[in-house]
C-alpha cells in the first residue's frame, strides 16, 4: 500500500510538472504592435478646442513583397476616406515603410526611404533611438525624429486600465519642430497618443474605445 501510494504521489508530481513547463512553454513572448490579422481598435480622438473624431485601425492582412519581406497592411478610417499603412516587425523593432491615401478617386503614396523604425518589440524603459529619412510623395521632405521610451506608466483610457510603456517622439518635418508621445500596451498595442506643436501646445489627443481580436 505504502509503494503504491508513493507511485501515484510521484506520478501526481510528474504530470502537474509537465503541465506547468506546458504552460510556461506556451506563453508567447511580449508583443506591442502590430497585432493580430483582423484585429480592429476604435479611438476617440480631441482636440484642444473640443472638436472630436473617431478612428478606427484594421490590420488586413500580410502582403510578401519581392524581397521576402512581410508587410502588415492596416486600413485606417476617420470616417470619411481609408488610408494605409504598411508595418514591418524584423527581431525586435516595428518598422514603418508606406502610406496611401485615398480620396475622390485619387491615391497619394507615401514612401519612407529608409523605412522607420517606429518601435523596439519589446520596448525597455530607457531605450531611445533615431531616425533620419525622407518621406517621398509628391514632394520630398526631410524628416529627422527622436525616440525616447520614458517607462511604464499605467494609464486610464475609455477602454479600460492599462499598464503601458509611455514613448516620446521629438523631431523636425521640413525644419519645423514636433512632438508626440504614446502609450503602448502588450497584446494590445497603442492605447493612447498626444500630438503638440511646433510650440509645444498640445493638439490632439487619441484613446482607445474598444479593441476586438478574432478568435484563436
Do not use: C
Request: aromatic letters at 14%.
Amino acid at each position: 500500500m505504502l509503494n503504491q501510494k508513493r507511485f501515484w504521489g510521484l506520478f501526481l508530481t510528474i504530470v502537474l510538472v509537465m503541465i506547468g513547463f506546458k504552460s510556461f512553454a506556451q506563453t508567447p513572448p511580449p508583443d506591442y504592435f502590430p497585432l493580430p490579422v483582423g484585429g480592429v481598435w476604435e479611438y476617440q480622438a480631441k482636440t484642444a478646442d473640443g472638436k472630436q473624431s473617431k478612428l478606427t485601425i484594421k490590420v488586413e492582412g500580410l502582403e510578401t513583397q519581392s524581397d521576402g519581406t512581410n508587410l502588415y497592411k492596416t486600413e485606417n478610417n476617420l470616417g470619411f476616406a481609408p488610408f494605409y499603412i504598411w508595418y514591418s516587425k524584423p527581431s525586435g523593432l516595428v518598422k514603418e515603410h508606406q502610406q496611401l491615401y485615398t480620396f475622390g478617386g485619387n491615391n497619394t503614396e507615401y514612401r519612407l526611404e529608409p523605412a522607420k523604425t517606429i518601435l523596439k518589440n519589446p520596448p525597455t524603459s530607457g531605450d531611445s533611438w533615431t531616425w533620419e529619412g525622407k518621406e517621398i510623395a509628391v514632394m520630398t521632405t526631410e524628416v529627422k525624429e527622436n525616440y525616447r521610451v520614458v517607462g511604464i506608466e499605467d494609464i486610464e483610457v475609455p477602454a479600460g486600465k492599462f499598464s503601458t510603456f509611455k514613448l516620446e517622439i521629438e523631431g523636425t518635418k521640413a525644419g519645423k519642430p514636433f512632438k508626440k508621445v504614446a502609450w503602448y500596451g502588450n497584446f494590445i498595442g497603442p492605447i493612447k497618443w498626444q500630438i503638440f506643436d511646433d510650440q509645444g501646445t498640445l493638439k490632439t489627443t487619441t484613446e482607445l474605445g474598444k479593441y476586438t481580436f478574432p478568435p484563436n
